[in-house]
């Protein structure tokens, strides 16, 4: 069977229904667990205080704020390349997902930004690439509601998904690119000799684990609306054209 038959809508429709319970229960789970553990049973930090323990939501937000917009790159390309209609809708239903974690981002960094750096917000490479970043969510979702016909929507919003990874990538990289920014670089890298201390990094993993299920429910689950919402648009064209 090819993966492609997955991208059918009724099909989609058939096995997302019994996934969404478990993608939703998973990463109430791992939120529970991961926040509370972090929080309320990790000790401060020798330097940043109980500031440190703002990670277990900043640093998962701005992973998947990231992955999120590649994710929707992703599926840009597919529907660009094969014209799979389903492709183009998860990309469109994972924008206001994406928008929301990129401003839990900004907003937690904030937080931590003012006792650590003196300042809410600074203009560093990778903040002004994040900022510039959730501008483009912004600019995606305004350009799917402008545009009336659907094919054409999804193209052009494809093209500015391309455009916008630019500074996905940037906001990921930007304490490699430019040292002089006042960002600190990764809390968990491969290629890192030293991350973390465990006592921080393991409730770490399980909140990544939970935003990277709860991202997933909420996109398969926008996904079936844009489908139901397609379908009710056609059905209204043809009674129209009857």
Request: aromatic fraction near 14%; charged fraction near 15%.
């Given at each position: ?16 229904t ?5 993608a ?30 703002i ?88 350009l ?18 391309m455009v ?17 920014g006042?960002?600190q ?36 689950l ?7 919402a ?13």
């Open positions: 069977m090819s993966i492609w038959e997955y991208a059918n809508p009724k099909k989609f429709m058939g096995w997302t019994p996934v969404l319970p478990y939703f229960g998973l990463a109430a789970l791992c939120l529970i667990v991961g926040l509370v553990w972090g929080f309320f049973f990790t000790p401060d930090d020798y330097r940043q205080g109980s500031t440190v323990k990670i277990y939501l900043h640093v998962p937000a701005a992973l998947m704020a990231i992955n999120a917009w590649i994710m929707m790159l992703v599926a840009s390309l597919i529907w660009v390349v094969r014209r799979h209609h389903v492709s183009a809708l998860a990309a469109r239903a994972a924008a206001p997902v994406g928008l929301t974690i990129t401003l839990i981002a900004l907003f937690t960094g904030a937080i931590w930004g003012q006792p650590m750096w003196g300042t809410y917000w600074a203009w560093d490479p990778r903040l002004t690439s994040f900022l510039i970043l959730f501008l483009f969510y912004l600019g995606y979702i305004a799917w509601e402008a545009i009336e016909d659907p094919d054409t929507a999804a193209d052009l919003t494809s093209v500015l998904c916008g990874s630019i500074f996905a990538i940037l906001s990921r990289y930007a304490v490699n690119f430019w040292n002089q006042l960002h670089g990764a809390s968990l890298s491969l290629d890192k000799e030293e991350n973390v201390s465990d006592v921080f990094w393991q409730p770490l993993v399980i909140c990544i684990a939970g935003f990277v299920l709860l991202f997933v429910g909420l996109v398969l926008r996904t079936r609306t844009e489908i139901r397609r379908r009710i648009r056609a059905l209204e064209a043809r009674a129209r054209r009857a």
